[in-house]
């Protein structure tokens, strides 16, 4: 008995429906989500100069401190002296009930009487406009959420404190942190429940059942939990990094390809239970044919998320191969669960559209697909043109891409932080809320008086040492990403020193020169495992080079239509240098699954129709089931928006058009065009027609 058949017989698909559910409770409330201890450098690309600053940061002996700066703005014109003597005397209990403390906030507090006399020597720091004022807090070391803690009650400290007429704001480093913390709180299970009611709405609507739908949404479901803790089980085991976003684009993709996986299968099944009377037979006919375009397009879409483990940055690396496990475990849950499970009901779960013996199994001649077919058939060469056209002209956006968000820009609501640092930089030099670090092992003052001397630096002073390490606070003069000359500047002067130049400014320079050398040395290894998939699956050579150049060229279409959307309705200034990439990656991986869905089932009907009709049938058969797919997972990449991030926000809106794109336009009008343009040379060398003197052969010759 094979396989598929042992899967769904009577006896035992109840056991292989229940037994691993089971397990995956056991797993869920055995092992939970993993754990690992966050460094400072798992966001930072490895190697370049900030994360070797970084890194030497960790051997100073009170590493885990952070800075809050307090940020006080008179209401109304300028602050009066009865109110800089009352934030004078706040001042004093603030950064006394902070803990922490020592040389690091005493530095800071020079540093700051740099720009205007302290007040009593409290700390507080009046602007020289008069409008503002600002206290340095230190607080002690800890974790993330500790520190997140600390600003909160700092923040809550700082409204009782206030003098009437003034406003306090936290900012500095310490704020970013916490409201950074603050806008992932719940964020991750506010895109389950989302991501989870956008598919059962599009399940309902694709079947027309109020049962069956309930099915693949619980199998899936328990497999993006599942996912979600071996996901992060083997990150920790492994000592790979990840970050707040990992689990949501994890459960994003999970939901996204199992749905489709699942679309697959129960169209399949549809199909036999009109040819067989037998529920078990049927399923076994279904799971036989969907196991080999599921398993390709699971195969190439793992193999392309595992390229990610040869990029600089760690929480990419980490994002890469908690996705392939979540590939992996959606695909077997769909693959072995869902069959099983669906054929322990009986054909009722379709109600009311219950699929009878007898019925025509693809669709009618009049149907929406099978018209669209006959267009395309008509004038194939007009349609390519059409659509290469069209898909040229959605590019053009692409050459006006800037690329690297500001700290100020990656946030969809401005928090606190934020607008604080920007309020600061109108009394302040604008470094003065996130002062780039000099961080060196060798003479600190050497370091500090050749610091101080670069074109574009506001101040420089030594904020921190011990264990051989000595930190240099650098105020620059200008504003949030404008400061990469200056950055350069600091670099070449200290080329002679074993010292590094970190901070936002510097890593969000070195970030976008990691990002660069992924994408050269990545992308092209997608392209190339893509290819080499597609030809071992469909054993041609004209056929994979084709379905590649489509799904590229959706690609660099969706890049160039979503940078219109994102400078035009969206006022996002910049994209994200690591979207590129990553929407690269799930374009290609993903957008590949429907062509392979398409050109399965036209190999397969062309072997009994020829290759002209096959194509067409194809289109027929596959052209519901298929949209509904692709127009369920633009709709799942889309609740990406739900998370506070504008990069996850900039990948989902990608990621929606380029499916959308490719699933109503490039595998519905350009690949069967392509393949009618080009008759059986599409398949070469490969022949797929029916065999000479058959029933197909004779049938081809009709027509």
């Given amino acids: 008995m094979s396989v598929t058949r042992t899967l769904t017989a009577r006896r035992v698909a109840p056991v292989i429906a229940l037994v691993p559910l089971l397990l995956a409770l056991a797993v869920l409330l055995g092992l939970g989500e993993g754990d690992r ?66 040389q690091g906030a005493q530095q800071d507090g020079q540093q700051g009487g740099q720009q205007g006399g302290q007040q009593g020597g409290s700390g507080l720091v009046p602007a020289e406009d008069g409008t503002a004022a600002l206290l340095v807090v230190p607080l002690a070391s800890g974790s993330a959420t500790e520190v997140a803690g600390a600003v909160d009650e700092l923040r809550d400290s700082v409204d009782e404190a206030l003098p009437d007429g003034v406003r306090g704001q936290v900012t500095g480093p310490a704020g970013v942190q916490a409201d950074l913390a603050a806008v992932f709180d719940g964020a991750n299970t506010r895109l389950l429940l989302v991501t989870a009611l956008v598919v059962a709405v599009l399940l309902v609507v694709t079947y027309r059942s109020p049962v069956l739908w309930l099915i693949p949404l619980t199998v899936v479901g328990v497999a993006d939990r599942t996912a979600a803790v071996l ?3 083997v990150l920790a085991a492994l000592d790979v990094a990840w970050d707040e976003s990992t689990i949501g684009i994890l459960s994003v993709l999970v939901f996204g ?31 036989r044919r969907t196991a080999e375009p599921v398993l390709a397009s699971a195969t190439t879409v793992v193999l392309g998320l595992l390229t990610l483990l040869l990029s600089l940055t760690p929480t990419t690396r980490g994002l890469g191969l908690a996705c392939a496990v979540g590939v992996v475990v959606a695909a077997a849950f769909v693959l072995v669960v869902l069959p099983a499970a669906l054929v322990c009901f009986g054909r009722w779960v379709f109600w009311p559209r219950v699929p009878r013996v007898g019925e025509q199994v693809t669709a009618e001649a009049g149907s929406l697909w099978h018209r669209i077919g006959d267009r395309v058939a008509r004038r194939p060469a007009a349609v390519v043109g059409g659509t290469l056209l069209l898909l040229a002209l959605m590019t053009v956006g692409l050459f006006r891409i800037d690329l690297g968000l500001d700290q100020s820009e990656q946030f969809l609501d401005e928090p606190e932080a934020i607008s604080a640092a920007d309020r600061l930089a109108e009394s302040f030099p604008a470094g003065f809320a996130d002062p780039t670090q000099v961080v060196t092992t060798d003479d600190g003052e050497e370091v500090r008086e050749l610091v101080e001397d670069v074109k574009g630096v506001a101040s420089a002073a030594v904020s921190d040492s011990g264990n051989g390490v000595t930190v240099v606070d650098t105020v620059l003069d200008g504003r949030s990403g404008t400061n990469d000359a200056t950055i350069e500047r600091l670099r070449d002067r200290l080329a002679s020193y074993d010292a590094h130049v ?9 970030e976008t020169e990691g990002a660069d050398r992924d994408r050269r040395l990545i992308l092209p290894l997608i392209l190339g495992l893509v290819l080499v998939g597609l030809a071992v699956l469909l054993r041609s050579a004209v ?75 194809s289109l027929t058969a596959t052209g519901g089931v298929i949209t509904s797919a692709g127009v369920l997972l633009a709709a799942v990449f889309a609740v990406l928006g739900v998370l506070p991030l504008v990069v996850l926000a900039q990948l989902g809106t990608i990621i929606c058009l380029g499916v959308l794109l490719d699933t109503l336009v490039v595998r519905t009008l350009l690949v069967p065009a392509l393949a009618l343009l080009l008759g059986d040379r599409f398949w070469w060398p490969r022949r797929v027609g029916p065999e000479p003197g058959g029933r197909g052969a004779a049938e081809v010759s009709a027509r």
């Fill in 502 to 510: 970190t901070g936002a400014e510097a890593e969000a320079l070195d």
């Fill in 257 to 287: 390809a199992g749905t489709n996986y699942a679309l697959l299968l129960i169209s399949r099944y549809r199909d036999e239970l009109r040819r067989e009377a037998s529920r078990h037979v049927a399923m076994a006919r279904a799971l």
């Fill in 37 to 102: 201890e966050r460094l400072g450098t798992d966001q930072l690309p490895s190697g370049l100069d900030s994360t070797e600053g970084t890194a030497l940061l960790d051997r100073l002996p009170d590493q885990g401190s952070s800075v809050a700066i307090v940020l006080f703005t008179a209401e109304s014109d300028r602050l009066t002296p009865e109110q800089l003597d009352g934030l004078g005397s706040a001042a004093a209990e603030l950064v006394g009930g902070a803990s922490g403390g020592g």
């Fill in 543 to 617: 056929a994979p080079l084709l379905l590649v150049g489509t799904v590229v060229g959706t690609y660099v279409a969706s890049m160039g239509a979503a940078w219109w959307l994102f400078t035009g309705p969206l006022g996002f200034g910049a994209m994200d240098s690591g979207v590129p990439l990553l929407a690269f990656l799930f374009l290609v991986a993903l957008g590949v699954d429907y062509n392979i869905f398409l050109v399965t089932r036209a190999r397969e009907e062309a072997a009994e129709h020829g290759p002209r009709a096959g194509m067409l049938r």
């Fill in 231 to 233: 996901a992060t089980q």
